[in-house]
């Protein structure tokens, strides 16, 4: 059966094609001639950049290789190659390849598509875009074509699907992240056009990593009648040397804010929050990293972090922009000039990695519900001693920073650890 691709259930079958029909997926963009389209790799050996997953001996090209692949979502940034990926691992095995999306997700189209191979030897793959907004209910409807193999499923996300998705879907796939492109990447891509070296860095550098928006803004320039140059590029990107990438806002903004706020540079922070702002972020995306970066990485050192930033989150929700940025702009200088301190984050990692290999640590009897041994604290002061584990088992790291310190002294002071 040849490779078919088909952007809908309604596309109409190709018996003659010989390869990838981008006709039936990318109709507008045949029209356009576009440069983003043109220069989609034919095969993994032109595909540019995520070495770590189709790199030659990377674990999961051995498993296209022997077409076994799992259940699979991609996420990561615009332009990084996910729904490139996804059609040529269907040309890789073989699978004719359907296309949906989130956005517009109907479960008749699914149906239609399984449907149409019945009664064939082939079974399709079937992408989803923007799976993180598919609902439960239409994750269900996933499951049992998943748990069956009725069809190899793989979606692409700009943000982690992990918490999107039910723990039923997850427990039938796996999910691989997407890297931005690096300078390198993006210069192997312009390689087949001859530009002049400030235009070519002008591309990269404006591109946030994004090889779709780099093309695109260079495809937009040469369509004019005007000599290609700087200039020009900068009358079509105008405001940002972010580019158009959607992620560069969720990944690199967002990591720079918050690695500026862990290290305590609250001027770094704020120029952070304002090209966030700037570019249009979501306002409640921005409020739920500074809760937890409230408890990562300030935690005990300072415990009003946590509630200023749920209290921000809370807000922005309600009142959003142009006052949410007052909003923000507070809880970041107050997180950035508060003491740090990772114990909570550091010693729940350190815990669980402990009760994955030792799952069944006996609970002493006496603190077992309803145990007439229990010494209740409050009939002794507030603290008496007892065991509450068979074994002298420590996470916490207490860090002498804030009121973290404060906290430390008052346990020693009250085990009688430290003279009063």
């Excluded at 079974?123 to 193999?149: C, G, S, W, Y």
């Excluded at 090209?275 to 970066?293: D, K, T, W």
């Amino acid at each position: 059966m040849p490779y078919i691709i088909k952007s809908t259930i309604k596309a109409a079958k190709n018996p003659s094609n010989k390869g990838i029909n981008f006709d039936i997926l990318f109709p507008k963009r045949i029209k356009m001639k576009n440069l983003a389209y043109n220069k989609r790799p034919k095969s993994f050996q032109d595909f540019v950049g995520q070495a770590h997953l189709f790199g030659e001996n990377a674990p999961f090209m051995r498993l296209i290789l022997t077409r076994k692949i799992p259940h699979s979502f991609f996420f990561g940034p615009a332009g990084s190659g996910k729904t490139t990926a996804a059609i040529l691992i269907a040309k890789a095995m073989d699978y004719p390849f359907y296309s949906l999306n989130a956005t517009n997700f109907k479960t008749e189209d699914l149906r239609g598509i399984l449907k149409s191979h019945q009664n064939t030897l082939q079974k399709p793959l079937i992408f989803i875009d923007e799976v993180h907004r598919l609902n439960k209910a239409q994750q269900e409807t996933l499951l049992p074509i998943m748990e069956n193999h009725q069809s190899l499923i793989l979606g692409a996300s700009t943000e982690n699907p992990y918490f999107a998705l039910t723990q039923a879907i997850r427990s039938r796939s796996m999910v691989f992240e997407f890297y931005p492109l690096k300078e390198q990447d993006l210069k192997q891509i312009l390689e087949s056009y001859d530009l002049q070296e400030e235009i070519q860095e002008f591309l990269i550098q404006t591109s946030g990593g994004d090889a779709r928006a780099m093309l695109n803004l260079l495809d937009c320039a040469l369509s004019t009648d005007l000599p290609l140059s700087v200039e020009l590029l900068e009358t079509f990107r105008k405001t940002s040397l972010s580019g158009t990438s959607e992620l560069d806002m969720h990944y690199n903004l967002i990591s720079a804010m918050i690695k500026s706020i862990r290290g305590s540079d609250e001027n770094a922070a704020i120029y952070y929050l304002a090209r966030l702002i700037a570019g249009g972020e979501n306002p409640e995306f921005i409020a739920r990293r500074l809760v937890i970066l409230a408890s990562e990485d300030i935690g005990n050192a300072n415990p009003n972090a946590l509630n200023l930033a749920n209290s921000t989150m809370q807000s922005v929700a309600k009142i959003g922009y142009p006052e949410a940025r007052i909003i923000l702009a507070q809880c970041v200088i107050y997180l950035s000039s508060s003491p740090k301190s990772n114990s909570a984050y550091e010693a729940i990692d350190s815990a669980i990695s402990y009760v994955e290999k030792h799952p069944n640590e006996p609970i002493p009897p006496h603190i077992l519900q309803f145990h007439k041994n229990y010494l209740y604290p409050h009939d002794f002061g507030g603290w008496v001693e007892q065991k509450y584990l068979d074994k002298d088992l420590q996470f916490v790291k207490w860090l002498p920073k804030g009121f973290e310190k404060t906290l430390k002294e008052w346990l020693d002071k009250i085990k009688g650890k430290t003279k009063t």
